[in-house]
């Protein structure tokens, strides 16, 4: 598909990936409140590998996982974007919207701000039927809501890459049609 376009918002930037990212997103990914929901922490390598897929998938499929940036200051914050989820589910093939944002960026829009752009994009440069969002039940719903993504609890279902009786592995599944 291409060079994956930039994003822009009234206060947001979204972008591929600078070398200079590297240090703040293994900042992001080694806090553990940022981390609270997943299995656990990520070391520097695992966070530059993870860097590395990103620029891999965008590569592949001319979306990802955006490098989200403060206009016009340019303070990297995280990541929001596009993914191709590879694990088995019911829900499976899809495409999900994802975002990670360092916790002194929270509380402020951003998250649901740069998700509007990328569903926006998804819906409108890539022609998606619909996008989704899982999240384990204790994490927030609030952003995922005021994009206009909807909960049905029948499409709730089980993490498979979360071993049986893990604390994480029951995930709710959001929904978005165009």
Not at 98 to 106: I, M, S
Not at 108 to 128: H, K, M
Request: charged share 25%; with cysteine; glycine share 8%.
């Amino acid at each position: 598909m291409g060079a994956q376009p930039e994003l822009r918002t009234q206060r947001l930037l979204l972008r591929r990936w600078r070398e200079s990212d590297r240090l703040p997103f293994a900042a992001l990914n080694a806090d553990p409140v940022v981390m609270e929901h997943f299995p656990r922490t990520l070391s520097r390598r695992e966070s530059d590998a993870a860097i590395d897929r990103i620029e891999a998938h965008m590569a592949g499929h001319g979306f990802g996982l955006w490098a989200t940036e403060l206009v016009p200051s340019g303070v990297f914050i995280g990541f929001v974007g596009l993914w191709l989820p590879t694990f088995d589910a019911p829900f499976m093939p899809a495409v999900e919207v994802g975002w990670r944002l360092a916790r002194h960026h929270w509380g402020q829009g951003y998250a649901t701000e740069a998700a509007r752009a990328v569903v926006a994009f998804g819906f409108d440069q890539l022609s998606l039927a619909e996008i989704v969002r899982s999240r384990c039940p204790a994490t927030s719903a609030r952003a995922m809501e005021r994009v206009g993504m909807t909960h049905d609890a029948e499409d709730d279902f089980e993490q498979p890459l979360l071993p049986l009786g893990h604390p994480l592995r029951r995930h709710v599944l959001y929904r978005l049609r165009p």
